[in-house]
């Protein structure tokens, strides 16, 4: 995955976990010539303002 290898169980199965920043996050995964890519998109946890909006402080 994105040029590090995965390791997998005897089965064959695979549970990599891997950060999100937040924003798209594209993930590549390549097996004996085949190429799959997954794109995630992580919304922030906490409310953002708008650009352009003015914040007022409390009085």
Known sequence: MNGQVIRRSSAGHFAPSLPLKV???TFTLRYQGQVVTVQVTRTPTTLLPRPGWLLL???
């Open 57 to 59: 402080k409390s009085l």
């Open 23 to 25: 924003g798209l996050n």
